[in-house]
T-cell receptor
Framework: GESVGLHLPTLSVQEGDNSIINCAYS??????FIWYKQESGKGPQFIID?????DKRQGQRVTVLLNKTVKHLSLQIAATQPGDSAVYFC???????????FGPGTRLSVLP | DAGVIQSPRHEVTEMGQEVTLRCKPI?????LFWYRQTMMRGLELLIY????????DSGMPEDRFSAKMPNASFSTLKIQPSEPRDSAVYFC?????????????FGPGTRLTVL
């Protein structure tokens, strides 16, 4: 499978616990954000997005929080499952969904 | 829908050879993106197209890299001549561009190894 970062931050959680993955973004003008999940050997897959006029958005088992004051984004995964094990990227842009800048990623490891 | 299709999935070549990566975007999508992913630099945007026209190629590392999109259903990324430092996974993504925000759908990637 694909190893996407030699020194990726790693988060290990127990199956069934909640996970919180954090991302500090760089551009204060960024107004659209996406969380992607990348499993080994696959391309990034969309999880959830949020626009800068919101501070929270919920999906199925996932919640994204946006704090524009400190340029911080977080992804919360409820009742983490083994299938959630992957690398998670935040991506930001300021150009109506065109040129995304991806963060370095966080590896989530779910322990049985 | 088959999703974004990339070929080949794996490519091993020798330094100096020409490499051509191919991408078929999702039908109906009018924006196409080429990314490179390495352990050291993560995921980097190389170039993207809107309606088959290159919009931003500032991420293309050198003149050895070129990309084309002759029609709405096909794009190529070419490296000539290839070098060992080009070894990476190359992703193609597509989206339906509109005046609102939209997500990008990624293909499975092409793993390139240059010896």
């Amino acid at each position: 499978g694909e190893s996407v970062g030699l020194h990726l931050p790693t988060l290990s959680v127990q199956e069934g616990d909640n996970s919180i993955i954090n991302c500090a973004y760089s551009n204060s003008a960024s107004d659209y954000f996406i969380w992607y999940k990348q499993e080994s050997g696959k391309g990034p897959q969309f999880i959830i997005d949020i626009r800068s006029n919101m501070d929270k958005r919920q999906g199925q088992r996932v919640t994204v929080l946006l704090n524009k004051t400190v340029k911080h984004l977080s992804l919360q995964i409820a009742a983490t499952q083994p299938g959630d094990s992957a690398v998670y990227f935040c991506a930001e842009n300021t150009d109506y969904g065109q040129n995304f800048v991806f963060g370095p990623g966080t590896r989530l490891s779910v322990l049985p | 829908d088959a999703g974004v299709i990339q070929s080949p999935r794996h490519e091993v070549t020798e330094m100096g050879q020409e490499v051509t990566l191919r991408c078929k975007p999702i039908s109906g999508h009018n924006s196409l993106f080429w990314y490179r992913q390495t352990m050291m630099r993560g995921l980097e945007l190389l170039i993207y197209f809107n309606n088959n026209v290159p919009i931003d190629d500032s991420g293309m590392p050198e003149d050895r890299f070129s990309a084309k999109m002759p029609n709405a259903s096909f794009s190529t990324l070419k490296i000539q001549p290839s070098e060992p430092r080009d070894s990476a996974v190359y992703f193609c993504a597509s989206s339906r561009r509109a005046l609102t925000y939209n997500e990008q759908f990624f293909g499975p990637g092409t793993r390139l190894t240059v010896l």
